[in-house]
């Protein structure tokens, strides 16, 4: 509501905003914050869990990488380079990062490619859709 009043007196809608006078609530301690955490044994039980290319793709990308879910849902093969072993992801806020590919994330990635299961045109996504006819947008949600 804040933005919004603001916006109107810069337009000159309003004179004042009647958001002035009300306080802002506290943010939150980041020690006061609720953080869930994944150990290394959760993560190779989930390892271990996989049972197609589209799983092993995804956790080991969200694993190795520590990229956020949307920049892994929208990582296609064209910003991965095999042979200098980075990835190019597009991050919030529009940033984009080149990271280097860590060696078992590299292996996983080549075992992908041999294997010919996975599609890796470049406009294919790394991470394949599991149901590719409710896709109707050109773009992924991280979802």
């Known amino acids: 509501m804040r933005g919004l009043f603001d916006f109107l007196v810069l337009e000159e809608e309003l004179v004042v905003s009647p958001m002035a006078r009300i306080a802002r609530r506290p ?25 197609d290319w589209q799983e092993l793709l995804c956790l080991a990308v969200l694993a190795y990488s520590g990229a956020r879910r949307r920049a892994v849902a929208q990582l296609r093969w064209r910003d991965v380079d095999l042979a200098k072993a980075t990835v190019r992801f597009n991050e919030k806020g529009g940033k984009v990062a080149v990271k280097p590919l860590p ?41």
């Open 27 to 51: 943010r939150k301690r980041a020690e006061d914050l609720a953080v869930v955490t994944v150990s290394a044994e959760d993560v190779e039980r989930m390892f271990d869990c996989c049972e």
């Open 103 to 143: 060696n078992e994330l590299l292996a996983i990635l080549r075992a992908a490619v041999q294997n010919g299961e996975v599609e890796t045109s470049e406009d294919a996504y790394v991470v394949p859709n599991r149901r590719k006819a409710s896709v109707r947008r050109s773009e992924r949600t991280r979802r």
